[in-house]
């Protein structure tokens, strides 16, 4: 029976639902908490119920969570390796444990997804580094009729997960491989799960902390978690491989209409290169829900990967097309829109700014590409050996801007190699050095991204920018209507910048009764109420909150108001730092108002 990825992910869902798990909505690709760049595991959303002594809200949860791994970008075009994909998983917080958990699994792939038993292979951790073998793992496999010879034990590398820092919650895993060709490779009966000849492929990991791992001054010790978590996932494009009797994932059902949609703009097969169909189709997907998120490209954290992205996919459209000018990366965009519509209707309200921004991107990058390969080619017909050194490399991607991935790919096809080791020195080089001049940059959802140098002083300026933010934010829908979206924000000790959807230039006339209501509402000096609520009741009360899939479940909300009166001026969902009044903010001035895309407006201001 054919499967589609879409019936996949809802017989997923259903199933946990009706094992009385809770169906959490996928979070953004961008974590709340700031701690990495891209949310790349379904997990992440769920940190706070694991390590926190407080009970969470739900014992049973379930997600299909988007994902995004920038580390896998090189690792593209292979049959399994993607930047975005989406994530399956099962979670229980001190309620079942793991018999349950590979019970639910193995009836999930058997049963639901009718999976014949004889496909699957299994490993477990066989113990290492003084923690015990999981034989309890391997006896509920048995006692599922998994034959001995395909219950393979494995070290920590492959089959224990965990800390994410030095110390924390860890525990083994136990991995479900489903055999895509029954041939062993030239390695013969060594051929078993984790080899990469690609006659397996993982589908599951079913990860079990029972364990915390601390530091008694001595030595680490492995102690039981007083309450054990059951953290499991499934790549959506993986399993829909070995459901659709494919041997890659590009060759599913969704992921093939993006292949298609490439022959027809090129007239060319994808049996011809796969690699380059591979690399475009997935870089779109990523391009487009990254853009979708309201990255924009630039030359710094989620933008600068983003812009990698983009610049590499042109890279290969120019391989495909020749000197032709770009034309793939517009309808390649649209059509992964109209693929992922029904799940995800989001993507209708950003299509505009998505093909805004790969177009902006693509007139800024034409000509430095073309310059930058024709350089290439000249430096590499200079040379006595087939070498590039990191150097060499880190000048071009100053000079043109190609990213490493392209001057490597470019280098590849004449059979070069690039110094990735040196490169990477000379830009973490030139970052210190920036560093040392460059703004600090401060968001919404942090304090402690600025540096422990940092004055008191300043860090007061930031407080006082981010309270005048949620001013400025009123003042914009108050003066030029509700319509008025937050699109982004970034601050810094000197200034903040607000991006909003606004179709159309501000006049002078409204650019002054912007300012001129902040600055009222900065003299009547109100107050900033500070609240924890479930974001379901925050939404409900009136705050504002225009990225809902970032929040986690419980959020703060600051609210701006009047104490005499207890008119509520701003109402926002944010996690702060604020001020408690707004009468110590000073002046607030707009020093510039600025189109930054199709149908969005920056605002650069001051506190005097």
């Known amino acids: 029976m054919f499967f589609s990825i879409r019936v996949i992910k809802n017989l997923f869902l259903d199933f946990f639902k009706n094992k009385n798990h809770k169906v959490i909505p996928s979070s953004s690709l961008i974590p709340s908490d700031g701690t990495s760049l891209f949310t790349t595991a379904g997990v992440q959303q769920f940190i706070p119920f694991i390590l926190s002594p407080?009970?969470?809200?739900?014992?049973?949860?379930?997600?299909?969570?988007?994902?995004?791994?920038?580390?896998?970008?090189?690792?593209?075009?292979?049959?399994?390796?993607?930047?975005?994909?989406?994530?399956?998983?099962?979670?229980?917080?001190?309620?079942?444990?793991?018999?349950?958990?590979?019970?639910?699994?193995?009836?999930?792939?058997?049963?639901?997804?009718?999976?014949?038993?004889?496909?699957?292979?299994?490993?477990?951790?066989?113990?290492?580094?003084?923690?015990?073998?999981?034989?309890?793992?391997?006896?509920?496999?048995?006692?599922?009729?998994?034959?001995?010879?395909?219950?393979?034990?494995?070290?920590?590398?492959?089959?224990?997960?965990?800390?994410?820092?030095?110390?924390?919650?860890?525990?083994?895993?136990?991995?479900?491989?489903?055999?895509?060709?029954?041939?062993?490779?030239?390695?013969?009966?060594?051929?078993?799960?984790?080899?990469?000849?690609?006659?397996?492929?993982?589908?599951?990991?079913?990860?079990?902390?029972?364990?915390?791992?601390?530091?008694?001054?001595?030595?680490?010790?492995?102690?039981?978690?007083?309450?054990?978590?059951?953290?499991?996932?499934?790549?959506?494009?993986?399993?829909?491989?070995?459901?659709?009797?494919?041997?890659?994932?590009?060759?599913?059902?969704?992921?093939?209409?993006?292949?298609?949609?490439?022959?027809?703009?090129?007239?060319?097969?994808?049996?011809?290169?796969?690699?380059?169909?591979?690399?475009?189709?997935?870089?779109?997907?990523?391009?487009?829900?990254?853009?979708?998120?309201?990255?924009?490209?630039?030359?710094?954290?989620?933008?600068?990967?983003?812009?990698?992205?983009?610049?590499?996919?042109?890279?290969?459209?120019?391989?495909?097309?020749?000197?032709?000018?770009?034309?793939?990366?517009?309808?390649?965009?649209?059509?992964?829109?109209?693929?992922?519509?029904?799940?995800?209707p989001m993507l209708s309200s950003k299509q505009e700014f998505i093909l805004t921004q790969i177009q902006k991107e693509e007139e800024k990058f034409e000509n430095s590409l073309n310059d930058g390969l024709k350089y290439l080619n000249k430096l590499l017909n200079k040379k006595k050996e087939k070498f590039i050194s990191g150097s060499e490399a880190f000048s071009i991607y100053q000079t043109y801007g190609l990213p490493f991935e392209v001057i490597e790919d470019f280098a590849k096809e004449n059979n070069f190699t690039v110094s990735r080791d040196g490169f990477e020195e000379e830009f973490r080089k030139h970052q210190e050095i920036s560093r040392r001049g460059a703004e600090k940059k401060f968001g919404g959802h942090g304090l402690d991204r600025i540096e422990n140098q940092k004055s008191q002083q300043e860090k007061i300026k930031i407080t006082k920018l981010h309270t005048a933010t949620h001013l400025l934010h009123s003042a914009l829908r108050k003066i030029l209507g509700e319509e008025v979206r937050q699109m982004g924000s970034d601050i810094n000790e000197e200034r903040l910048r607000f991006d909003f959807s606004f179709k159309r230039k501000l006049t002078q006339d409204e650019i002054q009764k912007i300012e001129d209501l902040v600055n009222q509402k900065i003299k009547e000096n109100l107050k900033i109420k500070k609240e924890k609520m479930f974001l379901e009741d925050a939404l409900k009360s009136g705050a504002l909150a225009f990225f809902k899939e970032r929040y986690p479940r419980e959020v703060y909300v600051y609210s701006i108001y009047n104490p005499k009166t207890k008119e509520v001026f701003s109402k926002e969902v944010c996690n702060g730092p604020h001020m408690e009044s707004t009468g110590d903010l000073g002046i607030f001035k707009i020093k510039k108002e600025e189109a930054v895309g199709a149908g969005i407006r920056r605002i650069r201001a001051i506190l005097e």
């Open 54 to 344: 407080e009970e969470p809200p739900f014992l049973r949860a379930c997600s299909s969570q988007i994902c995004f791994r920038s580390d896998d970008i090189e690792e593209i075009g292979d049959n399994f390796h993607l930047t975005f994909f989406e994530m399956l998983g099962n979670w229980s917080f001190g309620d079942y444990f793991k018999k349950e958990a590979i019970s639910f699994a193995f009836e999930f792939l058997t049963k639901v997804l009718q999976i014949p038993q004889e496909k699957l292979w299994i490993t477990y951790f066989k113990g290492e580094k003084g923690i015990p073998e999981d034989r309890e793992t391997l006896k509920i496999w048995q006692n599922l009729g998994i034959p001995q010879n395909k219950i393979l034990p494995f070290g920590a590398k492959d089959n224990f997960w965990g800390p994410i820092g030095k110390e924390g919650p860890c525990g083994p895993s136990t991995e479900i491989h489903f055999e895509i060709n029954p041939t062993h490779c030239n390695l013969g009966k060594e051929c078993l799960p984790n080899c990469s000849c690609g006659r397996f492929v993982e589908i599951w990991n079913l990860v079990f902390m029972q364990y915390n791992k601390k530091n008694d001054g001595h030595k680490f010790q492995y102690l039981p978690l007083p309450r054990r978590v059951v953290d499991t996932g499934m790549g959506l494009e993986r399993i829909a491989t070995a459901i659709q009797g494919k041997t890659c994932v590009f060759e599913t059902d969704l992921f093939f209409q993006i292949i298609n949609e490439i022959e027809r703009l090129t007239q060319k097969k994808y049996s011809e290169d796969k690699i380059s169909f591979r690399i475009l189709a997935d870089h779109i997907r990523s391009i487009v829900f990254l853009l979708a998120e309201g990255i924009f490209p630039s030359n710094v954290e989620q933008g600068y990967v983003l812009r990698r992205l983009l610049r590499r996919s042109m890279r290969f459209e120019k391989k495909l097309q020749g000197e032709s000018s770009f034309d793939l990366l517009i309808p390649l965009a649209n059509k992964v829109i109209e693929i992922y519509l029904p799940d995800f």
